[in-house]
């Protein structure tokens, strides 16, 4: 079993449609949790953290579950420019000194 | 600040040949990583140095890939011989501890080397 699973997708949603994405993870120590979001032929970089609490970033919101090892992606009013691939990264240290990446999710968005 | 500068870009060898990736991390960065990326296995993680030292090179996949960091500036990651299966996309990626908590959430990822092996 991966440590860190997506689907892999492709979402193809129109443009002003809201999208999840949901990723879980097997490592139950886990401490720090993270989407990063990796445009076509570039390098990942991150889009947010996640907290315990929930927390949004304008049109972005992320969760995490730790009961059930679960972190998701919520983006509302989908842009063409939010077309990428989205990475559910795990941390064991609780800093980014040890990084665990999933394979990640694709979105396209379409007029 | 440049942020993480990988060199070269693109690299096409043949097998058999020895390749060379380089890498300057952040100023100021103590963790450098080397991560390999194909669409079968998505980002892996290779080695990882903190403070020129390495840490975790558990995810070479053989005694052909061999890695350095001769100073806190500089590291380079090395194939040889170099085998088709061999061709991904390497990043590079740096990140301090002692920053602010932004920067510790943050990998900061170079720009990738895409190396062909034919």
């Known amino acids: 079993r991966k440590e860190v699973e997506q689907d892999p997708g492709p979402f193809n949603v129109p443009e002003g449609a809201t999208v999840a994405f949901n990723c879980t993870y097997s490592?139950?120590?886990?401490?720090?949790f993270f989407w990063y979001r990796q445009d076509c032929r570039k390098e990942p970089k991150l889009l947010m953290s996640?907290?315990?609490s929930g927390n949004e970033d304008g049109r972005f919101t992320a969760q995490l579950n730790r009961a059930s090892q679960y972190i998701s992606l919520l983006i509302r009013d989908s842009k063409l420019s939010d077309s990428a691939t989205y990475l559910c990264?795990?941390?064991?240290?609780?800093?980014?000194?040890?990084?665990?990446f999933g394979t990640g999710t694709r979105l396209q968005v379409t007029l | 600040d440049a942020g993480v500068i990988q060199s070269p870009r693109h690299e096409v060898t043949e097998m058999g040949q020895e390749v060379t990736l380089r890498c300057k991390p952040i100023?100021?960065?103590?963790?450098l990583f080397w991560y390999r990326q194909t669409m079968m296995r998505g980002l892996e993680l290779l080695i990882y140095f903190n403070n020129n030292v390495p840490i975790d090179d558990s995810g070479m996949p053989e005694d052909r890939f061999s890695a350095k960091m001769p100073n806190a500036s500089f590291s380079t990651l090395k194939i040889q011989p170099s085998e088709p299966r061999d061709s991904a996309v390497y990043f590079c990626a740096s990140t301090s501890t002692s920053g602010r908590a932004k920067e510790t959430d943050t990998q900061y990822f170079g720009p990738g080397t895409r190396l062909t092996v034919l």
């Open positions: 990264v795990v941390s064991y240290t609780g800093t980014a000194s040890k990084l665990t």
């Open positions: 100023s100021g960065h103590d963790y």
């Open positions: 490592n139950s120590a886990s401490q720090s």
């Open positions: 996640v907290y315990s």
